[in-house]
């Protein structure tokens, strides 16, 4: 026990030689102040999002099945790092989209969805999904998902597509 003792006291003392109480005093500083700051640095929390969303039996929006994707051709936004209606980070919504009428089977209603290419990146590849429900020929543009939408945009890079709801359908 008297090695230890020994070493740890020429350790110590070692230490006070090559270092100040002012030196100590910013380094613990430091320490504290990292330690409060560890709070705010970014999670990542869209997994706990989606498994809320989802209801057992029912398809959520990583699923091409999804209720909103009635008209969608494209990767889902939800699988590349945004959600069902944001783009991802790094990519811009092109300004131009086409638009379908899906039918919700929780309330029974009809939505009217836009469709919006996420542009800026290349494409993500993960969650293809191409559902032609009520397509128009290619002559009505608007309502046709065949396009490269992000040709309006500076960077033509398709990513992924996003759905948003614009209203309800009237019959």
């Known amino acids: ?16 030689n090559r270092t100040s109480r002012r030196s100590l005093l910013a380094v ?39 209720w909103k994707y009635c008209a969608i051709d494209g990767f889902l936004c ?16 092109s300004p131009i989209t086409w638009v379908g009428t899906c039918h919700n089977p929780v309330d029974g209603r009809d ?7 996420c542009c800026g990146k290349a494409s993500c590849g993960t969650c293809d999904c191409n559902r032609n429900e009520r397509e128009k020929p290619l002559y009505r543009p608007s ?17 992924c597509t996003v759905s948003v709801i614009v209203g309800v359908a009237e019959k």
Not at 1 to 16: G, N, P
Not at 29 to 47: E, F, I, K, N, Y
Not at 80 to 92: A, E, H, M
Request: net charge negative; with cysteine.
């Open 1 to 16: 026990m008297r090695s230890f003792d020994r070493w740890f006291e020429q350790s110590s003392r070692s230490l006070a």
């Open 28 to 66: 613990l500083g430091q320490v504290l102040t990292g330690a409060a700051l560890l709070p705010l640095l970014p999670v990542d929390r869209a997994s706990r999002a989606h498994a809320a969303n989802a209801t057992p039996g029912k398809p959520g929006p990583e699923s091409c099945e999804y």
């Open 78 to 93: 939800a699988c590349c790092g945004g959600t069902s209606t944001s783009c991802p980070p790094g990519t811009g919504s």
């Open 111 to 117: 939505y009217i969805v836009s469709y919006n290419d």
């Open 143 to 159: 309502r046709n998902n065949d396009l490269n939408w992000c040709m309006a945009n500076v960077n033509a890079d398709y990513h």
